[in-house]
């Protein structure tokens, strides 16, 4: 960065939910979460609101890196009907300007499972 250069963020920031229904056992994967192109995004919480049904997650950065060893549980977000506990990233996982989230799903009750949305917050850091 050169000195007339300046770096400022815009710290309170989310992508556009992501809502979804499941079917009985079913499994999405790669479903893709676009981060603007204007800034790099840095995510820092993970946010769900749900119905009392159990499904699991995963995430891939966008370097394709996996951030967990297996499907995380709903629970995590200790909610059911509505907004649990946030679950924090730290540190902050970096997604360069225009880059790509990707998403697996699995439903784990054995019904028709939502609708449910996952919020990716986090803050935009611009160069200028």
């Given at each position: 960065m050169s000195a007339a250069?300046?770096?400022f963020d815009d710290r309170n920031y989310s992508l556009p939910p992501y809502t979804f229904t499941l079917t009985a056992g079913q499994v999405v994967n790669?479903?893709?979460i676009?981060?603007?192109r204007d800034a790099d995004f840095f995510w820092t919480v993970t946010e769900a609101v749900t119905t009392y049904l159990p499904f699991g997650f995963r995430f891939?950065?966008?370097s394709l890196n996996y951030l967990?060893?297996?499907y995380v549980g709903?629970?995590?977000f200790g909610s059911q009907?509505?907004?649990g506990q946030p679950y924090i990233t730290e540190p902050a996982i970096y997604c360069p300007a225009g880059s790509s989230i990707r998403l697996n799903l699995i439903e784990l009750s054995g019904g028709?499972?939502?609708p449910n949305t996952l919020i990716i917050r986090g803050f935009k850091r611009f160069t200028h």
């Open positions: 250069q300046q770096q790669d479903i893709l676009q981060t603007d891939q950065d966008s967990s060893d297996g709903s629970f995590v009907f509505g907004v028709s499972n939502g």
